[in-house]
């Protein structure tokens, strides 16, 4: 994403990327409120296989999830304000991301990234990820 | 008895009450039911007891269309026949693979898996197998239980495969018929052709060759073809002196629909969310008798919603899935994702990635736990091996070719065809696969089939021959009838996989012995037995 300006947004999603590919993040590229630097480096810093999983998205032809970018579709689905607004809690982060996966699954929402079969859910957070840190 | 047919005076007619053409598994399991009963059998086979060229020579033949190896490679023309090089894997069809399928175009066998049961049961005893053998919660308990798939969308099975210290097919049958007083074990004799009455109606006589290119006759009053999926047609067709288009080939339909296993090597490979996945239902384990090892396949259910053909899926083979080298790629991966400096950056990076995507909820806690604490644990990567059912189509199929060979007999073309529906069917299974293993928590699904399927790669074939006489009740669908005879003809019947209609995904030996026990019950009623 070109000319990256931090938003409330960005940083939640930001944080809901790493968190559900498993990975935290280093708090120099986020910044953001203490809460989330506490919820990402609670889980594995490597932000760079997202974003690979992000370009092998980008590079297929004519794959499309939708109108908008990765975070847009992101920020419907789980609702992040509303998160923030309640607390901001990692576990509850972490369940909605999982109700989401789970929904692609049961319903084939399914698309093969470079043969590797993944879900919708899966695939915005990668092209999130690379989108926030591009 | 073992009689060698160059010895036979030329001319000489031999009378025996069945005469069994060919000494694979059917024709010698059918005559197995035989033994001591005082019918007499007579088992004319091409071959000898060991393999020889001559015998070879007359199993050479064109391959056009898809490849195919060499057809004197896949074919074995002596004692024994394809017992000689069976892979020993042992499983019946399921009770789905019977049914007449419209939406995929595959017609059903005119009997249930019910019909076959008992003599499923009986040809279990045959391999030397045990009666629980395919007893699921049995084996969970000895092997491992099978993985939980959510809705049980995808089922979980058991095969054997048998050792050779159990089941070799030459020594076996030696033994067996060496000392017979009823059966009679012709080598070196190749039917020639098949001679009905004047209304072809009825078969009277078999005219067999010798290696000298002299003839003898056999008479008999029941006749049994069991040379093949490939020689059954090829020898029907060339019976063509009562019946232009072949014996039994009124409505042309004799070497038609030959199907064959179709298997993609590369079909997909699984990425486990959970490394400590238990592994041990489909790896199985060493048994007296040989093997017994698990296979994933869809649903009936989803099969028939999807309108699939039946399809298994082998965690790489028994031997080499679970080996060094594969869990070594896992550490591999795991070890520079650990430390992601050490990531190249040319490097196919969706190989490592897809090992740390897994699921979720594991990635997030279980995962970080085990990178952290455990970073030499083998994250396995499991290799998925398609096994699948070939749709019936009538372009797959074997024919006359205009070459003959030493005895003057028309060589055979083999013309393999799959169809752009085997391929779709390909292309959606994999992906249902990647949906359930999804769903159901087990880990990610990388497909490896490549955009044409089998356009591109073709099949790798089993030697599994099926389909060229099949069994319909209607004569104008099928070669043979429910009893596995020749519609119009009241004597002559066919044994072995050219009479399946369709071949499921297990490999057809077991049901070809329990058909060929079915069909010994069977003509014992005929002949008042």
């Known amino acids: ?134 | 008895m073992f009689l060698n047919a160059d010895e036979v005076p030329q001319n000489t007619v031999i009378e025996t009450d069945i005469c069994v053409v060919g000494s694979g598994p059917a024709g010698l399991s059918f005559a197995r039911e035989f033994e001591a009963t005082g019918v007499r059998v007579a088992i004319l086979e091409s071959g000898a007891l060991d393999i020889d060229d001559f015998a070879v020579s007359l199993t050479e033949g064109e391959v056009v269309g898809l490849p195919y190896p060499d057809l004197t490679a896949i074919r074995q023309r002596v004692f024994g026949g394809a017992g000689i090089h069976w892979g020993g894997n042992v499983r019946h069809l399921e009770a789905s693979d019977y049914d007449h399928r419209p939406e995929i175009g595959r017609e059903g066998w005119p009997f249930s898996q019910d019909t076959l049961r008992p003599y499923y049961k009986r040809a279990l005893e045959f391999f030397g197998l045990p009666s629980n053998s395919f007893d699921r919660a049995h084996w969970s308990k000895k092997n491992g239980k099978p993985w939980r798939f959510k809705d049980r969308n995808v089922v979980s099975q058991i095969f054997h495969t048998v050792g050779e210290d159990t089941y070799d097919g030459g020594k076996y049958w030696r033994q067996l018929f060496r000392s017979s007083r009823n059966i009679r074990v012709y080598l070196s004799a190749t039917v020639v052709d098949i001679v009905a009455d004047a209304d072809v109606r009825r078969i009277e006589k078999l005219e067999v060759a010798k290696r000298d290119r002299t003839r003898f006759t056999v008479r008999a009053t029941q006749f049994v073809l069991a040379t093949g999926g490939i020689e059954n047609a090829r020898l029907l067709l060339l019976c063509d002196k009562q019946q232009k288009a072949g014996l039994g080939n009124d409505n042309g339909h004799v070497g038609k629909y030959f199907q064959e296993h179709l298997t993609n090597p590369n079909f997909a490979f699984l990425i486990p969310s959970d490394p400590h996945l238990n592994l041990g239902f489909y790896k199985g384990q060493s048994l007296p008798w040989g093997d017994a090892w698990g296979v994933l396949r869809l649903s009936d259910e989803i099969l028939k919603k999807h309108a699939l053909s039946n399809i298994r899926f082998q965690l790489a083979t028994i031997t080499n899935t679970f080996n060094e080298n594969i869990e070594s790629d896992g550490m591999v991966s795991l070890g520079r994702l650990a430390d992601p400096s050490n990531m190249f950056p040319n490097e196919d990076i969706l190989k490592h990635v897809a090992n740390v995507i897994a699921d979720i909820d594991y990635v997030a806690s279980a995962g970080y736990e085990r990178l952290t604490k455990y970073p030499n644990y083998p994250m396995k990567k499991v290799d998925v091996v398609g096994i699948g059912e070939q749709l019936p189509n009538a372009s797959s199929q074997v024919r006359l070719g205009r070459e003959r060979d030493v005895l003057g007999q028309q060589r055979v073309v083999l013309d393999w065809q799959v169809t752009e529906t085997d391929n779709d069917i390909v292309r959606k299974t994999v992906k249902l696969l990647a949906q359930f293993v999804g769903q159901s928590k087990i880990g990610r699904i990388v497909d490896q089939i490549p955009p044409g399927v089998f356009a591109d790669v073709p099949p790798k074939p089993h030697f599994h021959h099926m389909g060229t006489t099949r069994m319909h009740d209607n004569p104008k669908k099928g070669v043979v009838d429910g009893n596995s005879r020749i519609h119009r003809l009241e004597n002559l019947f066919v044994a072995g996989s050219s009479v399946f209609p369709s071949s499921g995904n297990a490999n057809p030996t077991y049901t070809i012995v329990a058909l060929a026990i079915r069909l010994a019950d069977h003509l014992k009623k005929v002949l008042g037995r």
């Open chain 1, 1 to 134: 994403m070109k000319g990256y300006r931090p938003s409330r947004r960005h940083l939640l999603l930001a944080s809901c990327s790493v968190l559900a590919i498993g990975m935290a993040t280093r708090a120099s590229i986020f910044g953001g409120p203490a809460r989330i630097v506490r919820a990402l480096t609670a889980f594995f810093p490597n932000p760079d296989s997202a974003r690979k999983i992000g370009e092998a998205v980008v590079a297929v032809p004519d794959f499309s999830l939708g109108s908008g970018d990765a975070g847009d579709r992101l920020d419907r689905s789980l609702g992040l304000v509303q998160w923030e607004d309640s607390g901001g809690s990692p576990d509850e982060l972490r369940a909605r991301l999982n109700d989401l996966v789970r929904a692609d699954y049961a319903s084939g929402r399914i698309h093969p990234v470079a043969g590797c079969y993944l879900s919708e859910t899966e695939i915005n957070l990668c092209l999130a990820a690379l989108e926030i840190t591009a």
